[in-house]
């Protein structure tokens, strides 16, 4: 069995923001040289997600307008977590809601995706240094 890590570095600039890694993930599965296995992507930060969908046209919005519905940024005052002196309260839940990782199978050697999956990384907290883990195992 071969097995593969990298890690994927992101600097989004603004708050939130969804960012397609599908062809990250590709290079790393060609530069692992598996063919049969299974790779696994995940955020490495607790106010950012890893999750598969359409990367189609009004759909991040969307998201966008559920998430800040469900668990808006302001006021900041109403997370109890923000008592810390942080203000990612939010971020914190939107994550949960996004989910942490992905798996996706690896048949000959190509992400085994349904019809339009892709991958996305979700940030909630953005403007500083954050990773994403790819870790591929198989043969
Ligand atoms: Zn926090």
Not at 19 to 25: Q, Y
Not at 47 to 68: K, W
Not at 123 to 135: A, S, Y
């Amino acid at each position: 069995m071969k097995s593969f890590r990298r890690e994927l570095w992101f600097e989004v600039p603004t708050r939130r923001a969804f960012i397609n890694i599908t062809p990250k993930v590709e290079d790393c599965l060609q530069k692992s040289g598996i063919e049969e296995g299974l790779v696994l992507v995940n955020a490495m930060h607790i106010t950012a997600s890893v999750f598969i969908n359409d990367d189609e046209s009004g759909l991040h919005q969307d998201f966008e307008d559920f998430l800040e519905g469900l668990v808006p940024h302001e006021p900041t005052s109403r997370y109890r977590h923000n008592l810390t002196g942080e203000d990612n309260g939010d971020a914190h839940i939107k994550r949960e809601i996004m989910g942490r990782e992905v798996v996706v199978a690896v048949t000959e050697g190509k992400l085994d995706f349904g019809p339009w999956e892709q991958i996305f990384y979700g940030e909630f907290d953005g403007r500083r240094r954050k990773r994403v883990l790819v870790k591929i195992i198989g043969s």
